[in-house]
């Protein structure tokens, strides 16, 4: 199995792309930290799903846009399985308002929960690995929109942009002590963040259009390319970000 006896920790970790993650982990034989801040009964439910396939999971609520329930991840994960071998900043959240429209509220939001979350997430993280003596990964779930304009989505997408520096920049100063530190760049992938796309059949029509595969991303094709990259057989990837967004980026309107 991909992730035998390893400790992952996936913030945002009881719904959408992170369960599928904290599933797919469990599934590979790793222990998982499932963080979450809403609906305790995800959790209790993927925690099940994730003993079922013959790994251990606890819950543990923690808003990680809050450094201190960074720590609070850490140290459950240190104490509940002795080390951390995978941290998953995975929590992200977005406003879809402007340049133009959007508040400080609606800024500092997003920038917390998405952009300090991984950038503290790293930072903690890298301190227990250094303290386990070296090695360990990062993954930072990021977006085709920290490279790729999304009018209307502005702080959500300067959030990304920084996730994008911070896998770079993470990834080449921990790489000298063993330190891998991954991007994924999803596309539209059928979660909660995209309800209100999924919900309207012609935005829906328009987004499928656009996409070369046609379709949204199940969270579970996400997840196994996470899994796949964060064990032994990624050891090669680091200071980059892996695209996994069905040729939506270079897709053309053909005229
Ligand atoms: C955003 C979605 C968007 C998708 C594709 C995701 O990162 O969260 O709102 O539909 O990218 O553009």
Redesign the pocket.
């Known amino acids: 199995m991909l992730l035998q006896d390893k400790t992952v920790i996936v913030t945002g970790g009881n719904s959408g792309i992170g369960a599928a993650i904290a599933l797919a982990a469990g599934q590979e034989g790793a222990n998982v930290v499932i963080d979450y801040v809403a609906r305790p009964d995800a959790t209790e439910e993927l925690d099940e799903r994730i003993t079922k396939a013959g790994s251990e999971a606890i819950g543990v609520e923690a808003d990680v846009s809050k450094v201190a329930d960074l720590q609070k991840l850490i140290d459950a994960a240190v104490k509940e399985y002795g080390r951390v071998d995978v941290m998953v900043n995975n929590a992200?959240i977005?406003t879809?308002t402007s340049v133009l429209d959007s508040t400080e509220a609606d800024y500092d939001k997003v920038m917390a929960v998405n952009l300090k979350s991984a950038f503290f997430g790293t930072q903690l993280a890298a301190k227990q690995f250094i303290a386990q003596g070296g090695g360990g990964v990062v993954v930072n779930i990021?977006?085709?929109?920290e490279d790729?304009p999304?009018p209307g989505?502005a702080p959500?997408c300067v959030s990304?942009g920084g996730m994008r520096m911070l896998t770079r920049n993470a990834g080449v100063e921990l790489g000298p002590k063993g330190i891998r530190v991954i991007g994924i760049?999803?596309?539209?992938?059928d979660?909660p963040?995209?309800s209100s796309?999924s919900a309207d059949p012609e935005k829906l029509a328009a987004?499928n259009a656009?996409i070369p595969l046609g379709r949204?991303a199940e969270p579970d094709e996400i997840a196994g390319a996470v899994v796949f990259l964060a064990s032994d057989k990624g050891a090669y990837l680091t200071s980059t970000t892996v695209f996994i967004?069905g040729g939506?980026m270079m897709g053309s309107v053909g005229l």
């Open positions: 992200g977005e879809r990021s977006s085709v929109h790729w999304m989505n959500y990304k760049g999803p596309g539209a992938v979660t963040i995209n796309t987004l656009a949204m967004d939506i």
